[in-house]
Nanobody, 124 residues
């Protein structure tokens, strides 16, 4: 089992940047593929980005490609999401999630462990 804690959310103006972090505790972090998801009010949880166990393979939702970057530091047991050129439609609660596999997937159903979420609000 792995425990996940997100941080780094906040209020930012459109065009600004934020970096989210997800600290993992428990079993070996490098055993897990990781993902970032988000959920806006009244909407379903959606995939934002995913990364395999070593960081050699990544996935991005079309809506964030070219603006967001997912990365991981297995030595620090930490997952990151660098978010640039933020838009008001990026406003949501952002969650990190762990999948007990080396292969990244994009569906929330494929992830077993979740953090509590961090709010990102982008003002226009």
């Amino acid at each position: 089992q792995v425990q996940l804690v997100e941080s780094g959310g906040g209020l930012v103006q459109a065009g600004g940047s934020l970096r989210l972090s997800c600290a993992a505790a428990g079993r070996t972090f490098s055993s897990y593929a990781m993902g970032w998801f988000r959920q806006a009010p009244g909407k379903e949880r959606e995939s934002v980005a995913a990364i395999n166990w070593i960081g050699s393979s990544t996935y991005y939702a079309d809506s964030v490609k070219g603006r967001f970057t997912i990365s991981r530091d297995n030595a620090k047991n930490t997952l990151y999401l660098q978010m640039n050129s933020l838009k008001p439609e990026d406003t949501a609660v952002y969650y990190c999630a762990a999948r007990p596999s080396t292969v990244a997937m994009i569906s929330p159903r494929d992830y077993a462990y979740w953090g509590q979420g961090t709010q990102v609000t982008v003002s226009s």
